[in-house]
């Protein structure tokens, strides 16, 4: 069946320090996969997403690249924000569902000033 | 906007009751999803459907019924509320199609006494 895995948390940085959070998946056929972000006390945003292997997904200074040959699509930022903390999940959507999303279990980013 | 909207923010309910949570669109979309997402465990699909009437079981379905008797409402029903529901619950919806974003809207957080 399908799996993501995402990197244990919490993640605490410091602001302007280098994030990362790594997902790696498992999955039939070609997936298309994303980031969610949950702000507290909201419920799920779309963050970015890839709907092809090499394809770099962007947003908010946020990217994660579809690497098939690693079956992963790991989350970066070059200079986190405080606002940035928030609870960030890692998706797919396996091409022969009715858009069922699969996640992973989430992973808590703290920022401090 | 897409929007999705949740019937309640928060409920409070006791053990053995019938409890209905109501999940709207306004995209006209074909496909919605009701989740629960706990600690640690990220969301597991309860229910979804892709059509007026026609529904889907998750990975979780025991426990849960829906309904769905216009495109844009989608209603999860617990028939008979126990501890292990008290659960935070979100609802999205998506368009058909590789790759479409799923939309949720903020959660109900259950508290089942």
């Known amino acids: 069946g399908n799996s993501v895995t995402q990197m244990e948390g919490p993640v605490t940085l410091s602001e302007e320090a280098f994030l990362t959070i790594n997902c790696t998946y498992t999955a039939t056929g070609y997936p298309s996969l994303f980031w969610y972000v949950q702000y507290p006390g909201e419920g799920l945003q779309l963050l970015l997403k890839?709907?092809?292997?090499?394809d770099k997904g962007s947003n908010k200074g946020f990217e994660a690249t579809y690497r098939k040959e690693t079956t992963s699509f790991h989350l970066e930022k070059g200079s986190v924000q405080v606002s940035d903390s928030a609870v960030y999940f890692c998706a797919l959507r396996a091409g022969t569902s009715y858009g069922k999303l699969t996640f992973g279990q989430g992973t808590i980013l703290t920022v401090h000033p | 906007d897409v929007k999705v909207t949740q019937s309640s923010r928060y409920l409070v309910k006791r053990t053995g009751e019938k409890v209905f949570l109501e999940c709207v669109q306004d995209?006209?979309?074909?496909?919605m999803f009701w989740y629960r997402q706990d600690p640690g465990l990220g969301l597991r699909l309860i229910y979804f459907?892709?059509?007026?009437?026609?529904?889907e079981k998750g990975d979780i379905p025991e426990g849960y019924s829906v309904s769905r008797e216009k495109k844009e409402r989608f209603s999860l029903i617990l028939e008979s509320a126990s501890t292990n529901q008290t659960s935070m619950y979100l609802c999205?919806?998506?368009?058909?199609?590789?790759?479409?974003?799923?939309?949720f809207g903020p959660g109900t957080r259950l508290l089942v006494l």
């Open positions: 995209m006209d979309h074909e496909n």
């Open positions: 459907s892709y059509d007026v009437k026609m529904k």
């Open positions: 999205a919806s998506s368009s058909q199609g590789f790759g479409e974003t799923q939309y």
């Open positions: 890839a709907t092809k292997a090499d």
